[in-house]
């Protein structure tokens, strides 16, 4: 049995997977609101409970960069510990992965109706590329190669935003007016969405309808309610707005693409791609070919190696169970490693008796 964990600033999600060696199937999943706990290990004592199921291994994803077994939650007062974890849980070690890491992994289990298609491209076995816009920024990849798979973390969505049309290079500098220096996640993020309307307000004023000015004030989440204008028609400045988003979130995506050497494929994780590309029932079918097309332009448009992207399949994950899917693929990769280096070390052992 291994247990899987996907820690978030509301929510975070566990279940129990059984194996038969080469599958993974769900058997147990359970919701806790993660500010009602003062610790990740409270949550899963409470889960586990007074269980006597015996776990292989356990794999944890959680917003944040792992260092040395340790995770500083990036939206929580928690310090999630492995070592600790693993004590609760009776076994050697746990993995903790970054939650876009985690989400990587899932990407070689996802069925059909769990992702769309943004761009079929042409199917190839080399490395994937995870973005995933939300709260921030975060970027994963898996290396395939001729060994075993690896995932890659990484921090990219802190990197410099680097603005590629005139447009971008005035949000830069309404931004740099803000912050100083500006990162990705400044613009191709939830609050991003939000800081590119007030930019484009900011430069037509008399464009945004009194209605919206009003629900403004009053919504605790700007950026949604902007983006509902935007999918129901309302306001053509809400929408122009999460059009530029959508461009600038194509153009990074194609980015990570390239330092990745992504020829086996782009998933768009988190919840803002799922929102955009799909919309609530009733969002038409002619905002969605804008919005790929916003996306899509973008992600292509890298000079000499634009026939590389436009040949790279692009992927927008619909399952909100992806980070957690996928931190039960990298315990089940671990636990797999493990026996398969226990068998090289036991033939080394045998070899070496012999020639004694």
């Known amino acids: 049995m291994i247990l899987a964990c996907d820690v978030g600033g509301t929510k975070t999600d566990l279940a129990l997977f059984e194996s038969d060696g080469t599958t993974l199937r769900q058997v147990r999943r359970q919701t806790f609101r993660s500010q009602e706990h003062g610790a990740l290990h409270e949550i899963v004592t409470l889960f586990m409970g007074q269980s006597p199921l015996r776990l292989e291994a356990a794999g944890f994803g959680v917003a944040g960069p792992v260092h040395a077994g340790h995770v500083k939650t990036t939206n929580l007062p928690w310090t999630v510990d492995g070592a600790r974890l693993a004590r609760v849980l009776g076994l050697g070690r746990v993995s903790l992965l970054n939650d876009v890491e985690a989400q990587a992994w899932?990407?070689?289990?996802?069925?059909?109706?769990?992702?769309?298609?943004?761009?079929?491209?042409?199917?190839?076995?080399?490395?994937?590329?995870?973005?995933?816009?939300?709260?921030?920024?975060?970027?994963?990849?898996?290396?395939?190669?001729?060994?075993?798979?690896?995932?890659?973390?990484?921090?990219?969505?802190?990197?410099?935003?680097?603005?590629?049309?005139?447009?971008?290079?005035?949000?830069?500098?309404?931004?740099?007016?803000?912050?100083?220096?500006?990162?990705?996640?400044?613009?191709?993020?939830?609050?991003?969405?939000?800081?590119?309307?007030?930019?484009?307000?900011?430069?037509?004023?008399?464009?945004?309808?009194?209605?919206?000015?009003?629900?403004?004030?009053?919504?605790?989440?700007?950026?949604?309610?902007?983006?509902?204008?935007?999918?129901?028609?309302?306001?053509?400045?809400?929408?122009?707005?999460?059009?530029?988003?959508?461009?600038?979130?194509?153009?990074?995506?194609?980015?990570?693409?390239?330092r990745t050497l992504a020829v086996g494929g782009v998933w768009l994780g988190g919840g803002i791609a799922r929102k955009l590309f799909v919309g609530p029932s009733g969002t038409s079918d002619a905002w969605r070919k804008r919005a790929r097309e916003a996306f899509l332009n973008r992600f292509r448009d890298k000079g000499r190696l634009s026939p590389l992207l436009e040949a790279t399949a692009v992927q927008v994950v619909i399952s909100d169970q992806a980070a957690l899917m996928g931190a039960a693929c990298f315990a089940f990769s671990e636990v797999g490693n493990q026996s398969a280096k226990s068998t090289e070390r036991k033939n080394e052992k045998e070899q070496t008796c012999e020639s004694d």
């Open 106 to 258: 899932s990407a070689l289990r996802l069925t059909a109706g769990e992702q769309l298609a943004l761009q079929a491209g042409t199917p190839d076995s080399g490395n994937i590329a995870v973005i995933a816009a939300g709260t921030g920024l975060g970027c994963a990849a898996l290396i395939r190669g001729d060994g075993p798979v690896r995932s890659l973390a990484s921090e990219g969505g802190h990197a410099d935003f680097a603005p590629s049309d005139d447009a971008e290079i005035e949000l830069l500098g309404f931004l740099r007016g803000q912050y100083g220096r500006v990162s990705v996640e400044r613009v191709v993020s939830g609050p991003g969405l939000f800081k590119i309307y007030e930019f484009l307000r900011e430069k037509d004023p008399g464009a945004e309808p009194g209605w919206l000015a009003e629900a403004l004030q009053k919504e605790t989440d700007p950026t949604a309610t902007v983006a509902r204008a935007a999918l129901d028609g309302s306001c053509p400045l809400a929408e122009k707005a999460v059009l530029f988003f959508l461009g600038s979130y194509g153009a990074e995506a194609g980015n990570w693409a390239l």
